[in-house]
């Protein structure tokens, strides 16, 4: 069964700290992989989009990674800021016809001044 | 550009009834997706439409259902609502449907309330 699995499941840091959250997937045959953050209230906003061939990819402080043959990804965020305070989901997308989306069920994270 | 719109913003129904939603895409764009966001479930897909075509459609009981327009704007409807129907309804366009690499965009929401 195709399945995202995100952690932690939530997470409190300092303001200016780094954190990394994690995504592990078994979805197969995989297009692609994507963050995205969602902040209270709020649909989702796109943070990075990672095909099979890439390992890393930057958005401001956030940056991605994936392996592809672990069926790995993390998104790191250095320096964190208040309004980092959002929760984050990672997104697989199915190489199909159909290409089902695939949804973690987020790291819900909290920054603290 | 404008981002993707949905109507209403709340909603507050009884069991029993039906509600539609509203979304409409970016310019452009011709891929309308659905989702149900709950606490305990977290994201979950609905349906895909592109060029007024069901594309995709996910675990959902026939009571959802959706269509899409010529101009790409898209409905959403819920029949016979139960409690559990209670969630925020999340509304995502693109460019393309299928496996490509663009982005979903996604609309605030519709936060439906069932009592």
């Known amino acids: 069964k195709n399945q995202v699995e995100q952690s932690p499941q939530s997470l409190i840091i300092l303001e200016g700290k780094n954190c990394t959250l994690q995504?592990?997937?078994?979805?197969?045959?995989?297009?692609?992989l994507r963050w995205y953050k969602q902040d209270t209230g709020r649909g989702p906003v796109s943070l990075t989009i990672?095909?099979?061939?890439?390992n890393t990819k930057s958005n401001g402080r956030y940056t991605a990674t994936l392996d592809a043959d672990t069926k790995q990804s993390s998104l790191h965020i250095t320096a964190s800021q208040l309004s980092d305070s959002a929760s984050y989901i990672c997104?697989?997308?199915?190489?199909?016809?159909?290409?089902?989306?695939?949804f973690g069920s987020g790291t819900r994270l909290s920054i603290r001044p | 550009k404008a981002g993707v719109t949905q109507t209403p913003r709340y909603l507050i129904k009884t069991r029993g009834q039906q509600v539609t939603l509203s979304c409409s895409p970016i310019?452009?764009?011709?891929?309308v997706s659905w989702y149900q966001q709950t606490p305990g479930q977290g994201l979950q897909f609905l349906f895909e439409?592109?060029?007024?075509?069901?594309?995709n459609k996910g675990n959902f009981p026939g009571r959802f259902s959706g269509r899409q327009f010529s101009n790409s704007r898209s409905e959403m409807n819920v029949s016979t609502l139960e409690l559990g129907d209670s969630a925020l309804y999340l509304c995502?366009?693109?460019?393309?449907?299928?496996?490509?690499?663009?982005?979903?965009?996604f609309g605030n929401g519709t936060r439906l309330t069932v009592t």
């Open positions: 310019s452009g764009h011709r891929s």
């Open positions: 990672m095909t099979f061939s890439e």
């Open positions: 995504c592990n997937y078994t979805v197969s045959p995989f297009s692609n």
């Open positions: 995502a366009s693109r460019v393309f449907a299928g496996p490509h690499n663009s982005p979903l965009h």
């Open positions: 439409y592109f060029s007024e075509t069901q594309r």
């Open positions: 997104v697989v997308i199915e190489y199909s016809s159909a290409s089902k989306i695939i």
